[in-house]
């Protein structure tokens, strides 16, 4: 029972070591592909490979653009509190969106 274990736990652990992205799916700034799939080459991610393989790199000392934030959303239930507090206290809810929305709390 234990060699059929140690036999399944190490066949998991090379799927786990060797996984690849099979597909890309493709967004441009300016709407010239709207989710297209590309032909690229596969992307493996294993141990580094020869001069030529995708090898990504991250340089912490190398600044190119200033990121200012992801995104966010808004769920229901999140709506909900905002709406209680506006019915509540709409001073603390009106300084709440001042706070969030008008960019000069931005870091």
């Known amino acids: 029972m234990r060699l059929i274990f140690l036999g399944v736990a190490s066949g998991l652990l090379h799927l786990s070591a060797a ?3 099979y597909d ?6 300016d709407r010239s592909k709207l989710l ?3 032909s690229d080459p596969l992307v493996n991610f294993v141990t580094k490979g020869a001069i030529g393989d995708a090898d ?5 000392g190398t600044v190119y653009q200033q990121m200012d934030g ?3 959303t808004l769920t229901d239930s999140s709506a909900l509190v905002f709406n209680n507090l506006k019915t509540k206290n709409s001073a ?3 300084a ?3 706070k969030l929305f008008d960019g000069k709390h931005a870091p």
């Open 56 to 60: 990504i790199v991250v340089n912490d």
């Open 19 to 21: 996984q690849t992205i």
């Open 92 to 94: 603390n809810y009106w």
């Open 70 to 72: 992801f995104g966010a």
């Open 36 to 38: 297209t799939r590309t």
């Open 96 to 98: 709440l969106l001042n």
């Open 24 to 29: 890309i799916w493709q967004t441009t700034w």
